[in-house]
Nanobody, 119 residues
């Protein structure tokens, strides 16, 4: 079973940037879709960005569109999330997950990586 491993989080000042990475373990990686989600204390996990693996067409939540960019390296089975112009309201644990078909839910979550935006 594929597991995702997130990294790249940290503490950054408002206006700064971070690049998160999500690497898939296992030799075979062919999900239907990959997505970045985030969860802050007391809130539900919410969608941030993702794409259908076969097309690489990106999708973004309205709140991050224009500031975040999702990309991938298929040779490394790794998905990235470049986050610019960071604001304190994006502070959360960021997770990546996959879904095996258009009908399934996202799963195979990693342990998450903490992003904290604070001065």
């Amino acid at each position: 079973q594929v597991q995702m491993v997130e990294s790249g989080g940290g503490l950054v000042q408002p206006g700064g940037s971070l690049r998160l990475s999500c690497a898939a373990s296992g030799r075979t990686f062919s999900p239907y879709a990959v997505g970045w989600f985030r969860q802050s204390p007391g809130k539900e996990r919410e969608f941030v960005s993702g794409f259908i693996w076969g097309t690489s067409h990106p999708y973004y939540a309205d709140s991050v569109n224009g500031r975040f960019t999702i990309s991938r390296d298929t040779a490394k089975n790794t998905v990235y999330l470049k986050m610019n112009s960071l604001r304190p309201d994006v502070t959360a644990v960021y997770y990546c997950g996959t879904k095996g078909s258009s009908f399934s839910e996202f799963g195979s979550w990693g342990q998450g990586t903490q992003v904290t935006v604070s001065s």
